[in-house]
């Protein structure tokens, strides 16, 4: 990824990886969605996404988290079996 890519999608925001992990985890509970671990969390052009139940079949969400404000983007699932 070139310099200039990286400073427009990535340089984006002040939440880091593990705030982005805790407001995904509170935005399943206000759902009432169960949080199943083996979760991965990775930058997403400037934002976060969080995925539950990484590498298993069922129950996965995808979250996006704004990487600026903390917001909820996308929440995604849980993946039908």
């Keep these: 990824m ?8 990535l340089s984006k925001g002040n939440i880091s990886k593990d705030e982005a992990k805790e407001i995904a985890r509170a935005e399943c509970a206000r759902r009432g969605l169960e949080w199943d671990e083996s979760v991965k969390v990775y930058r997403y052009f400037g934002d976060w996404r969080v995925w ?16 600026g404000t903390g917001d909820i983007k996308a929440f995604f699932g849980p993946a039908p079996r």
Excluded: Q
């Design 2 to 9: 070139s310099r200039v890519a990286r400073w427009l999608f």
């Design 52 to 67: 539950t139940n990484a590498g298993y079949r069922g129950g996965n969400m995808s979250i996006y988290v704004d990487g």
